[in-house]
């Protein structure tokens, strides 16, 4: 028997891809400030220039680059597309929160002058160990959405082509699924520590069915445990070292009960805070109700408006 499809509301999609901005945003004045000075200054709402100089409420490249995708997802999911809407933000600062790219990854940049010489996506990306970035992560929620109804192995195989398309190892890409995974358990779950522990269970399965290289498990060992989220926060990294900031992402989301906690707690981790922030935005965006999205964070927040309109224009999800 077939199973039922996975029901997704434009509410849903709306929230996360508000949270992931939000959490861009608030962590963009403190990129790179470490844990220390913001346990002194946290952060506690959104704040102007700073690290990159900008207004109160402007998004960077991970949100840019994730409505991208959703961008692309809206056609139909096709490689050489989404690599296209990567280049046009790139190239013409389509989906900048002001018209300017301010933060960029060294791979993705060093990727996006490839792209743009007419190399082909499917072999744009870096393979190396230490090519690890967070720059395929940040971007990848919306493979959530398009891909919840498809089969595991096309949900695998889409999510890792889009990571490869600048991030090809498979620290990269194996991040990207989980997190992607773990937002579709979160879709279908009543609590957050019930989406968790199938996550680990059905994660754990799937790995065992593609065998990774036996180097790359180590890596997903705490982020596999049951008591993950009890952790003391000296344990947590939030550097942008994929693994870092995926781990960083999941323990602010799990040890925390409402939207705006679990994005001050990313962001007042420091280092990467505007990815960490990001990455855990969009969980929680996905998962606690679109009302608990604090108004004059949407006020105060660059093309909400238009974040809006890109989830209503979503139409691969399947509404009761
Ligand atoms: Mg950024």
């Given amino acids: 028997m077939p199973h039922a499809p996975i029901i997704i509301a434009t509410n849903t999609i709306k929230s996360a891809f508000l949270g992931l901005a939000i959490g861009d945003a608030m962590g963009v004045p403190v990129e790179f400030k470490p844990r220390e000075y913001l346990i002194e200054h946290p952060v506690t709402d959104f704040m102007g220039f700073g690290t990159h100089s900008q207004v109160p ?34 190239k013409e ?29 499917k072999f744009s990306g870096k393979y190396t160990i230490n090519s690890n970035g967070n720059g395929s992560l940040m971007r990848t ?6 891909t919840a109804n498809l089969p595991i192995h096309e949900r695998f ?22 997190y992607t995974e773990f937002a579709r358990e979160l879709i279908q779950a009543k609590t957050k520590e019930e ?46 070292f994929v693994i870092d900031t995926l781990e960083a992402s999941m323990w602010c989301f799990l040890n925390t009960s409402n939207f705006s906690d ?3 707690k990313a ?22 109700p679109l009302s608990s999205i604090p108004a004059h964070w949407l006020s105060q927040l660059a093309r909400s408006e238009d974040i809006v309109n890109l989830a209503e224009r979503i139409e691969f999800r399947v509404e009761s």
């Avoid at 402007?58 to 050489?80: K, P, Q, R």
């Avoid at 389509?94 to 996506?121: C, N, Y």
Wanted: with cysteine; net charge negative; glycine share 8%.
């Fill in 195 to 240: 989406a968790f522990q199938n996550h680990i269970l059905n994660f754990t399965n799937f790995l065992s069915t593609i065998s990774p290289d036996e180097g790359t498990m180590p890596y997903f060992e705490r982020l596999l445990s049951a008591d993950f989220d009890s952790l003391a926060s000296p344990e947590i990294k939030s550097t942008g």
């Fill in 57 to 90: 409420g402007t998004f960077s490249d991970d949100a840019s680059m994730a409505f991208c995708l959703a961008e692309s997802l809206i056609e139909g999911y096709e490689l050489d597309r989404t690599a296209h809407y990567f280049l046009k933000w790139y």
């Fill in 93 to 121: 600062r389509f989906w900048t929160a002001r018209g300017s790219i301010f933060d960029i990854g060294l791979t993705t940049q060093e990727v996006m002058e490839k792209l743009a010489d007419g190399h082909s996506p």
């Fill in 262 to 264: 679990a994005v001050l």
């Fill in 267 to 288: 962001v007042n981790l420091g280092d990467d805070t505007d990815t960490v922030g990001c990455v855990t935005g969009g969980i929680a965006g996905l998962f606690y």
């Fill in 141 to 146: 929620l919306p493979l959530a959405f398009y």
């Fill in 157 to 178: 195989r889409i999510t890792t082509e889009v990571s490869k398309i600048t991030h090809a190892h498979a620290l990269s890409y194996i991040s990207c699924f989980y």
